[in-house]
């Protein structure tokens, strides 16, 4: 069975945090890389952070230094520190396979609103 069920999101003032929370099927989780993904309105979905099965991380220029990824492997799941949170993060939060594209199976994500 293909299961993404995102979590953890809500609303933040600006410089707040929050943590993301993913559980993932074995079919998506296992022997990959994952990463979290935004979409915000009117634009594409980007990648922000992916995590390697051995825990080797990456980071967009745009979350740097802010958001930390990590991942339990025991548990299939996959989880987003996310700190000193800006208006511009507000988006909906994806988890899935490092390289995932628009025909892969989605799930329904988690909104991250940041006010200023």
């Known amino acids: 069975q293909v299961q993404l069920v995102e979590s953890g999101g809500g609303l933040v003032q600006a410089g707040g945090s929050l943590r993301l929370s993913c559980a993932a099927s074995?079919?998506?989780?296992?022997?990959?890389?994952m990463g979290w993904y935004r979409q915000a309105p009117g634009k594409q979905r980007e990648l922000v952070a992916r995590i390697t099965t051995g825990g080797s991380t990456n980071y967009a220029d745009s979350v740097k230094g802010r958001f930390t990824i990590s991942r339990d492997n025991a548990k299939n799941a996959v989880y987003l520190q996310m700190n000193s949170l800006k208006p511009e993060d507000t988006a909906n939060y994806y988890c899935?396979?490092?390289?995932?594209?628009?025909?892969?199976?989605w799930g329904q994500g988690t909104q991250v609103t940041v006010s200023s």
């Open positions: 074995t079919l998506i989780f296992g022997f990959n890389a």
């Open positions: 899935n396979r490092d390289g995932a594209n628009e025909y892969a199976y």
